[in-house]
């Protein structure tokens, strides 16, 4: 796959207050750059549930536009408190050190972007009223399958099946690296 090296300077900062928080599972390169691009095409309010020190969120703001806006929570207070430092003169994000589920009630959005702690919090039953409709839900850090049903280590990937066969959703899985696949699921 190729894209430029650079990142955009908003990701770049983060990858600093990254490093110095000694956090290092971020989304990749490549799935920001499909969050940017997915990003620019949104209006309203795009939400990210597991911020982490905020990569996925400067990746949503490189590509987001005039008058919408990123609300994005991170549990844990340390890694919320550093992204909050990037994003701290941004009037179009706001980092909230609080549990995912506090955003449930500031929907609905325009663009979702799911880094659970657990398949359960990603389930589709769980976010489908979050998402307006036509809006959009991003999930990482899936492996490629070839096969269907989605088979992830030795066992179908129940979570992927129920989000690529559900009838609220127009679904797809695409692969943002060779070793790496992320679903798109737009709702109806």
């Given at each position: 796959?190729?894209?430029?090296?650079?990142?955009?300077?908003?990701?770049?900062?983060?990858?600093?207050?990254?490093?110095?928080?000694?956090?290092?599972?971020?989304?990749?390169?490549?799935?920001?750059?499909?969050?940017?691009?997915?990003?620019?095409?949104?209006?309203?309010?795009?939400?990210?549930?597991?911020?982490?020190?905020?990569?996925?969120?400067?990746?949503?703001?490189?590509?987001?536009?005039?008058?919408?806006?990123i609300l994005?929570?991170?549990?844990?207070?340390?890694?919320?408190?550093?992204?909050?430092?990037?994003f701290e003169?941004?009037?179009?994000?706001?980092?909230?050190?609080?549990?995912?589920?506090?955003?449930?009630?500031?929907?609905?959005?325009?663009?979702?972007?799911?880094?659970?702690?657990?398949?359960?919090?990603?389930?589709?039953?769980?976010?489908?009223?979050?998402?307006?409709?036509?809006?959009?839900?991003?999930?990482?850090?899936?492996?490629?399958?070839?096969?269907?049903?989605?088979?992830?280590?030795?066992?179908?990937?129940?979570?992927?099946?129920?989000?690529?066969?559900?009838?609220?959703?127009?679904?797809?899985?695409?692969?943002?690296?060779?070793?790496?696949?992320?679903?798109?699921?737009?709702?109806?």
């Amino acid at each position: 796959m190729s894209a430029p090296p650079d990142v955009p300077p908003i990701v770049a900062r983060a990858f600093d207050v990254s490093r110095r928080a000694g956090y290092v599972s971020f989304c990749r390169n490549e799935t920001g750059r499909l969050l940017a691009a997915l990003a620019a095409t949104r209006q309203g309010t795009m939400a990210e549930f597991g911020t982490g020190c905020g990569v996925g969120t400067a990746w949503l703001r490189s590509g987001v536009r005039a008058g919408a806006s990123i609300l994005t929570a991170e549990l844990d207070e340390k890694l919320a408190v550093a992204a909050q430092e990037i994003f701290e003169d941004d009037p179009q994000v706001s980092v909230l050190a609080a549990d995912w589920s506090t955003l449930r009630n500031k929907g609905p959005y325009s663009l979702l972007f799911l880094d659970p702690s657990s398949p359960e919090d990603a389930s589709v039953d769980s976010v489908a009223d979050l998402v307006e409709p036509g809006g959009i839900v991003v999930m990482d850090d899936f492996t490629p399958c070839e096969v269907w049903p989605p088979i992830t280590a030795g066992r179908v990937d129940a979570l992927r099946e129920s989000w690529l066969t559900d009838e609220r959703f127009t679904a797809v899985e695409v692969m943002v690296a060779p070793d790496a696949s992320a679903l798109i699921a737009t709702r109806n």
